[in-house]
RNA sequence: CGGGGCGUAGCGCAGUCUGGUAGCGCAUCUGGUUUGGGACCAGAGGGUCGCAAGUUCGAAUCUUGCCGCCCCGACCA
């Protein structure tokens, strides 16, 4: 993509609505823009990461054996009165009347839809486990939006519901859940605790997965030996006992304000251990029950021929929160740093001299070949001044960025720098873009 | 919903107390000089001062009402 083609607003000036640094930074880079009290449009580069992030946890949806639909934003009142919410949600709920004067409302959560969708399909236990899950678009008339997209109004959320014919089952499609949140976060850079959290009145298990940062909502407290617990890997058996595989996770302490304990966490954690931080929350797993099934009679045949209500869990992650949370976790003071698996665009080509034959030509041989070995490129062609180009390509916060300039293409050879750490290196003009696919392949093969 | 604050050019702000017909920096456009880390000179364009009503010869400025946004608290991916 050339960047005089593209669309990318990006600010000098902080403004000064925004109060965390993501928030700013995603202003500032042009990611976002403001249309409203936690109502946000997303421009071309922040969209790209959205989808990025948005593909990351749809390939652990899928690998852990989730199934993906699509279920709309705007859903009827007559299901919420079946589970007894529609009145018990309260203002939170954007309720709206359509043309007929039925009472509609935008989705905040999906529980009932889903419920319906699965009765309408399901009568005996030997269709089960299921797992559903769809990524759609969500508002919850928030008291207070802030913090741009950390607590957004309408937000991107990935929600899943399990089905069981049993809690011994439905513990299992909780487990599932479980190793593929822990591995969807790491991919995208992110170390995120799984803790002990309130279920709140949907009542159950219930963990949340936090990610340690200062400008955290939630009061966290856990053992130390958490934050470096290696991630489960790829080839993990998510039809087998998931067990062993979870269990060094919900040994140590780690526990939510709402669910801390004092005395435990004294008694259980060495003092040198003992982390008391704040944090995001980017996804939290439930374990119901029967609360939805019961009512609205989402039940199977068991194995005796009994009608059974099945056991149900959901299972949410903040996707347009999570652009937020990347960015508190991977930043400095000129801009983002993104890891390459939910970067923009992998690599920013820039072309220190627009308009001279010699830096021109060797930008698109570059900007080809580069982008037929599968690299995502954004090709800065403009012809603003060097430290216009360098301060624009820190914020926005590319992996890599390969320097062409008549500088190096005297001695034939063009310069890579790598964002995440500043480092600079030259490679011969001939080789830059199979070093650099190369590169940001590995970078990207790291599953 | 309670408490606090803000609304003036795309962004950041001054002007409001003490009423006199709107300004600064950045950005944008034109010309020129520059050109490897947010350039310089000269010129230009861009505003129903959030909206409405009122007071006044005259309102960005005073009064009232409304709208929007931000911050602190209770709620949440």
Redesign the pocket.
């Known amino acids: 993509m050339r960047l005089s083609q593209f669309y990318l607003?990006?600010?000098?000036?902080?403004?000064?609505?925004a109060?965390i640094v993501s928030h700013q930074l995603m202003l500032r880079a042009g990611m976002i823009r403001?249309e409203?009290?936690?109502?946000y449009a997303w421009l071309p580069l922040g969209f790209r990461v959205l989808k990025k992030i948005e593909q990351i946890v749809r390939e652990e949806q899928d690998r852990a054996g989730a199934v993906e639909l699509l279920m709309p934003t705007i859903q009827q009142a007559d299901l919420w009165r079946e589970s007894n919410r529609y009145d018990a949600y309260g203002k939170?709920m954007l309720r709206i009347e359509d043309r007929g004067g039925r009472e509609m409302l935008f989705g905040p959560t999906n529980e009932e839809m889903i419920t319906e969708i699965f009765r309408a399909g399901v009568r005996s236990y030997k269709d089960l486990p299921k797992i559903l899950y769809h990524i759609q678009w969500k508002f919850?008339d928030?008291?207070?939006?802030?913090?741009g997209?950390?607590?957004?109004?309408e937000?991107l959320?990935k929600d899943s519901y399990s089905f069981d014919v049993n809690k011994d089952e439905g513990a299992k499609s909780y487990n599932r859940m479980f190793v593929a949140y822990l591995r969807t976060f790491a991919r995208m850079g992110l170390k995120a605790i799984p803790m002990r959290a309130?279920s709140?009145?949907i009542g159950g298990d219930s963990h949340?997965f936090i990610v340690l940062a200062e400008t955290g909502?939630?009061e966290v407290y856990c053992d130390r030996r958490l934050v470096d617990m290696p991630t489960p890997p790829a080839d993990t058996d998510f039809s087998g006992d998931l067990t062993p595989t979870i269990s060094p996770f919900l040994e140590p302490y780690a526990a939510t304000e709402e669910k801390h304990d004092a005395a435990e966490f004294e008694q259980s954690v060495t003092e040198a251990d003992r982390v008391s931080a704040r944090g995001i929350?980017?996804?939290?797993i439930f374990f119901f029950g029967t609360k939805y099934s019961e009512p609205m009679k989402a039940v199977v045949a068991n194995p005796d021929g009994k009608e059974t209500p099945v056991e149900m869990g959901s299972y949410?992650?903040?996707v347009?929160?999570l652009l937020g949370a990347i960015i508190e976790a991977h930043h400095d003071d000129?801009g983002c740093k993104w890891p390459m698996t939910v970067a923009p665009y992998h690599v920013g080509l820039i072309n220190?001299?627009a308009g001279d034959e010699r830096t021109d030509a060797a930008c698109e041989t570059l900007l080809k070949a580069l982008e037929a070995a599968g690299v995502e490129v954004l090709y800065d062609d403009t012809p603003a001044?060097?430290?216009?180009k360098?301060?624009?390509m820190?914020?926005i916060g590319l992996p890599l960025q390969v320097?062409?300039?008549?500088?190096?293409?005297d001695d034939n050879v063009v310069?890579i720098?790598s964002r995440a750490d500043g480092e600079?290196r030259e490679a011969p003009l001939g080789e830059a873009a199979a070093m650099i696919a190369a590169e940001v392949h590995a970078a990207l093969a790291v599953k």
């Open positions: 607003p990006v600010l000098k000036e902080t403004p000064s609505e109060q403001q409203g009290a936690g109502i939170e919850r928030e008291i207070r939006p802030r913090f997209v950390m607590r957004g109004r937000f959320m309130d709140g009145p949340e909502e939630s929350e980017v996804g939290h949410g992650i903040g347009s929160r000129d220190m001299r001044r060097a430290g216009e360098f301060a624009r820190d914020l320097i062409v300039g008549p500088r190096g293409l310069e720098k600079r």
